[in-house]
């Protein structure tokens, strides 16, 4: 039997993860490369050292064999992502394994238990989103029991952070429920910057008070019914995906990998030349792409990114992926026309030589 636990956001499960298997500063954890700035964010905050694994092209994840070469006598821990809901091969390795299902929605597998714990989060643009919240799921029972130990000293957010995430999650729900929600991301971001709405990255971790809270209460009372929700739909998003596979295919686009049967993808990667332009012609045209990941860390670039340890260069395969790739949305909301009109895009976009 599994243990669950919820915290304020993912990277606060994924602490309280790493905290209860005793890593602390100094110590090094195996992560993926091509994967976002929350992620490392907790590392960071412990005084821990990244060690960042290329990727596969293909996979989107490292490679088993390659992950198994990182590790040494001062590894702790390897934190395996399934990027874009594409479950990765995990390799068999004398530490714990904890693996990063932000992009895993109910229903997907084989994801969330071959390693001793999972974390999830249900914030915008994940599979289930229900606000700012973040779950872990414990297999190994004496992290379980570590965890629970713990779980005490972490307090319910403040009355205002209640009421402001209600107010942006009844701000989200109108947005997706008109089909505008992708056009204002833009518009999200900025707010998100200048802290006027909830942002999904803290610039300054080390300060931040979030790490010592639990999951607001709005969003645990809403959370079964948008995990039931989400199984509902995962039919109409499967035939979505087939839907995009098939015309890619039929235009002779790129795009990795290919899921099993039983995963449900939460985005669909497409290769593209001149993704800034690509993503602008997009926008023009009405069609929704993601631009991220845009770094191997993302968003951070220049000195941000340095901070993190990751050296330029140190993992080609992901700094390929972070130019070259873009991803189309596998919502269930997705009309035909929508479809077709990503695919128009992209047939324009093959003639010109752009994927």
Known sequence: MSTVLHYYRGRVA?????????????DEVVVSAY??????????????????????????????????????????????????????????????????????????IPAGDQGVAAFYSYEWGKPVVAGVGGAAVV??????????????L?????????????????????????????????????????????GSYAEDPERTPEYGWRMIRGVRQRLPRRVTA?????????????????????????????PGPEAVPLRLPVRVFGKDDVLREAAAAGV????????PVHPLSGRELAATGYLEGSCPNAEWAAKHLVTLPLRS??????????????????????V
């Open 333 to 354: 909301s997705l009309r035909p026309a929508d479809v077709n009109r990503a695919l128009h895009l992209f047939d324009r976009l093959k003639a010109r030589g752009h």
């Open 139 to 152: 297999h190994d029972p004496a992290l379980a029991a570590e965890m629970h130990t713990r779980y005490p």
């Open 14 to 26: 994924l602490h309280a993860t790493l905290r209860a298997l005793h890593v602390s500063a100094g």
């Open 35 to 108: 994967t976002c700035a929350a992620a490392i964010e907790p590392l960071l905050r412990l005084g821990v050292r990244p060690v960042f694994a290329d990727i596969d092209r293909d996979a989107l994840s490292p490679d088993p064999a390659a992950t198994k070469k990182l590790i040494n006598d001062r590894t702790r821990a390897v934190i395996v992502q399934h990027t874009f809901g594409y479950p990765a091969r995990i390799a068999e390795v004398p530490v714990p394994v904890i693996e990063n299902c932000a992009h895993i929605g109910p229903g997907s």
């Open 230 to 258: 989400a199984l509902r739909d995962i039919d109409v998003r499967r035939k979505v995906l087939a839907a995009y596979e098939r015309g890619l295919d039929r235009i002779g686009v790129s795009h990795h990998p290919r």
């Open 154 to 198: 972490y307090t319910a957010p403040p009355p205002g952070r209640e009421l402001v995430m209600a107010a942006e999650y009844l701000a989200y729900r109108l947005a997706a429920d008109t089909g505008v929600l992708w056009r204002l991301r833009t518009l999200y971001r900025r707010l998100a910057g200048l802290g006027v709405v909830t």
């Open 288 to 295: 929704e792409l993601g631009d991220w990941y845009r770094t």
